[in-house]
């Protein structure tokens, strides 16, 4: 079985998030409890079944960093030399052919995909769509509200 992708960066970037929640927030869950717990009657008692909540996710997502951190492949993609060729770990400048619209996506690993930050998951349809083209490259691509099509106006590694 082959182990998912990760670039260098969002390693870096989980592992300071794991950090951050086995420490800082997990001392400040802990607290949440005790100060719920010290208010009396457990059934009843909102903050106390908040806290415990939070305690839940906090745990859980410890546990879903851990697991993918310890089974994933760190890809330096500054080592790739893929030139202007679209794979794992490029940041790719796109235009919209109808709109002009311009967006620049980083394709990613699962785990550290973020579309806020413009971080796509290497297994989403339109990170696959862009797998293997070039820079220069037009591309035609089903998006939940329609087809569209993109140029390729930039592809860089850093």
């Given at each position: 079985?082959?182990?998912?992708?990760?670039?260098?960066?969002?390693?870096?970037?989980?592992?300071?998030?794991?950090?951050?929640?086995?420490?800082?927030?997990?001392?400040?869950?802990?607290?949440?409890?005790?100060?719920?717990?010290?208010?009396?009657?457990?059934?009843?008692?909102?903050?106390?079944?908040?806290?415990?909540?939070?305690?839940?996710?906090?745990?859980?997502?410890?546990?879903?960093?851990?697991?993918?951190?310890?089974?994933?492949?760190v890809i330096d993609t500054?080592?790739?030399?893929?030139?202007?060729?679209?794979?794992?770990?490029?940041?790719?400048?796109?235009?919209?052919?109808?709109?002009?619209?311009?967006?620049?996506?980083?394709?990613?690993?699962?785990?550290?995909?973020?579309?806020?930050?413009?971080?796509?998951?290497?297994?989403?349809?339109?990170?696959?769509?862009?797998?293997?083209?070039?820079?220069?490259?037009?591309?035609e691509f089903t998006a939940?509200?329609?087809?569209k099509n993109y140029e390729?106006?930039?592809?860089?590694?850093?």
């Amino acid at each position: 079985m082959s182990r998912p992708p990760m670039t260098k960066k969002g390693s870096e970037r989980l592992r300071t998030e794991l950090e951050f929640l086995k420490g800082p927030k997990r001392q400040e869950i802990i607290a949440a409890v005790a100060e719920a717990r010290a208010h009396g009657d457990l059934k009843e008692n909102a903050e106390y079944h908040a806290a415990r909540e939070m305690h839940g996710f906090n745990e859980g997502r410890i546990s879903e960093l851990e697991a993918g951190l310890s089974n994933s492949e760190v890809i330096d993609t500054e080592r790739l030399g893929a030139g202007k060729r679209v794979v794992f770990g490029a940041i790719v400048d796109l235009e919209d052919e109808d709109s002009g619209d311009k967006v620049t996506y980083q394709i990613v690993g699962d785990l550290e995909a973020d579309i806020k930050q413009r971080l796509i998951a290497v297994s989403s349809p339109i990170a696959r769509a862009l797998i293997g083209k070039n820079e220069g490259d037009s591309f035609e691509f089903t998006a939940p509200n329609g087809v569209k099509n993109y140029e390729i106006t930039g592809v860089r590694y850093t």
